[in-house]
T-cell receptor, first 109, second 114 residues
Framework: GIQVEQSPPDLILQEGANSTLRCNFSDSVNNLQWFHQNPWGQLINLFYIPSGTKQNGRLSATTVATERYSLLYISSSQTTDSGVYFC???????????FGPGTRLSVLP | GAVVSQHPSRVICKSGTSVKIECRSL??????MFWYRQFPKQSLMLMATSNEGSKATYEQGVEKDKFLINHASLTLSTLTVTSAHPEDSSFYICSARVVGNIQYFGAGTRLSVL
């Protein structure tokens, strides 16, 4: 099945810093989402981005489907950005998600 | 975005008892819901796909007699952990898929079996 890798596995930032998280996948996908899991376990949808670029406030994401990777940018990080960021991909419409291992982000005040 | 409600958020039970977890789509109908399991500091692993009006599809290695799934309506799926044991302790999360193939997640249920 499809393999998903995320890097870095852990990231510690000072408040106000910028960061880039990466998601690599081993096969073509028609479905890709980025999530933030907060310290209480809630998964929050960030982006549905099987291709192209999207922005939402301090966050933006880019997926280059032909090269099988997606990037999540966090600018001017805040302590509330701490948590685990997952990307999840689906090889085809309607097929189930495969989650990456996540990037654990800690933003220090 | 769509809202998925999961209840209870936390369960502590004795070994041998059964626990039911509910997953509801509050403002939309979900023909397909998913159940995931997450161990500490690990990623989410799909357990089963729940389809309204039909039997659930279980992933390899997931015991269907241990984890009973019922999706009796377009807004409710339930996961019952039968005869729970300490090794079943985990974080269980449901999701629902909406038009456009986007998945929205419940807040999760933390199960502790003593």
């Amino acid at each position: 099945g499809i393999q998903v890798e995320q890097s870095p596995p852990d990231l510690i930032l000072q408040e106000g810093a910028n960061s880039t998280l990466r998601c690599n996948f081993s096969d073509s996908v028609n479905n890709l989402q980025w999530f933030h899991q907060n310290p209480w376990g809630q998964l929050i949808n960030l982006f549905y981005i099987p291709s192209g670029t999207k922005q939402n406030g301090r966050l933006s994401a880019t997926t280059v489907a032909t090269e099988r990777y997606s990037l999540l940018y966090i600018s001017s990080s805040q302590t509330t950005d701490s948590g685990v960021y997952f990307c999840a991909v689906g090889p085809d419409y309607g097929q189930n998600f495969v989650f990456g291992p996540g990037t654990r982000l800690s933003v220090l005040p | 975005g769509a809202v998925v409600s999961q209840h209870p958020s936390r369960v502590i039970c004795k070994s041998g008892t059964s626990v039911k977890i509910e997953c509801r789509s509050l403002d939309f109908q979900a023909t397909t819901m998913f159940w995931y399991r997450q161990f500490p500091k690990q990623s989410l692993m799909l357990m089963a796909t729940s389809n309204e009006g039909s039997k659930a599809t279980y992933e390899q290695g997931v015991e269907k007699d241990k984890f009973l799934i019922n999706h009796a309506s377009l807004t409710l799926s339930t996961l019952t952990v039968t005869s729970a044991h300490p090794e079943d302790s985990s974080f269980y999360i449901c999701s629902a898929r909406v038009v456009g193939n986007i998945q929205y997640f419940g807040a999760g249920t933390r199960l502790s079996v003593l």
